[in-house]
């Protein structure tokens, strides 16, 4: 069994147009005053079954959607300071 270079070329693109896509969703969910959050480490085959989608489709993300609870658990953030990320040139 042989796969075309096509086969490999879309699915090597497939990750970066998926998020791109997906950031403009969350943006106009943000826009409409609801909160989102894109998830990993799912189960694709499960999540196939639950939505009926045949074996050869893709799942990229999953991305749920409501509004956030203020009295929510979140973990400890870190941000790398911007003099260390961000460059003049």
Do not use: W
Not at 28 to 56: N, R, T, W, Y
Not at 69 to 77: A, E
């Amino acid at each position: 069994f042989c796969l075309s270079f096509d086969f490999f070329l879309l699915f090597s693109e497939f990750p970066k147009t998926t998020a791109l896509a997906c950031e403009n969703f969350m943006l106009a969910i943000s826009a409409q005053g609801f909160d989102s959050c894109p998830m990993e480490g799912f189960d694709e085959h499960k999540v196939k079954k639950i939505l009926d989608l045949k074996g050869s489709s893709h799942i990229a993300m999953v991305i749920a959607v409501g509004k956030a609870d203020s009295k929510g658990i979140y973990g400890n953030r870190y941000r790398i300071p911007r003099e260390l990320t961000v460059f003049e040139v």
